[in-house]
């Protein structure tokens, strides 16, 4: 019974995660805004996976114009052989 515990745990693939929030804005569109804030997030970090928006927030300028700013949590991969 020990040994197909062993084995089960063995075949699970081997992902941990590192979760970062960066914001991204846009003067276009919250889409535009996520897409800044994973392109951003790409200069530094490898191995990102997934993203999550968290908040959607914006402003307005005099102007009457609106900057969207979204508050988006990114996972990224950590590297390295797993822990056994």
């Known amino acids: 019974m020990g040994d197909a515990h062993h084995t089960k745990e063995s075949l699970m693939p081997d992902k941990t995660y590192k979760i970062i929030e ?20 790409r200069q530094t ?6 993203f999550e928006v968290k908040n959607i927030r914006g402003s307005v300028n005099k102007a009457g114009d609106p900057t969207f700013q979204v508050e988006v949590r990114i996972g990224f991969r950590l590297e390295g052989k797993a822990v056994v």
Request: a neutral charge; glycine letters at 4%.
């Open 45 to 50: 970090i490898r191995n990102i996976d997934w």
């Open 22 to 41: 960066v914001v991204g804005l846009s003067e276009d569109s919250v889409q535009q805004a996520v897409r800044n804030a994973i392109i951003k997030a």
